[in-house]
């Protein structure tokens, strides 16, 4: 197992230590699937700005200073509460977990479906994510 998904996989699992699953049973939660592998997820993020989208086992990153963004590989773990992604990127590494949860950039009048997390290198980002199946609420130009 590589580092960053040793970083991540504590925060997808932490539900784990909750109860869940089937407690008849005892097994456990299932993995979470709010996100098909097929579908496309947008990000966006503030504080700095920065942007992106995950398709399939490609990741495009994006800020004001590389307005072009960056693509580059990543692998996808599915957690209990949520997906995570991890990938190289100029060098470093890129961490990134997606949770279910309203989400607001604070910019605009848009509601996002999904919580976006990011570190890349040694700094930590956040901002909102959403598919095209399940789309923000809002203005589509703000």
């Not at 579908?39 to 942007?51: A, D, H, V």
């Amino acid at each position: 197992m590589n580092r960053p998904i040793i970083f991540l996989v504590p925060l997808l699992l932490l539900g784990a230590c909750q109860p869940g699953g089937d407690t008849a049973t005892g097994a456990p939660a299932q993995a979470f699937d709010g996100i098909s592998e097929e579908e496309t997820i947008y990000l966006t993020g503030t504080e700095p700005f920065w942007g992106g989208e995950i398709k399939g086992s490609k990741a495009q990153y994006s800020t004001p200073e590389n307005q072009d963004g960056t693509t580059f590989v990543v692998e996808r773990f599915a957690g209990n509460n949520g997906l995570a992604f991890t990938g190289k990127i100029d060098g470093g590494n890129f961490d990134l977990t997606v949770t279910p949860g309203e989400c607001s950039d604070g910019m605009s009048d848009r509601s996002y479906p999904f919580a976006a997390t990011l570190k890349v290198g040694e700094e930590q980002r956040s901002g909102c994510a959403w598919t095209d199946r399940q789309p923000f609420t809002g203005p589509e130009n703000p």
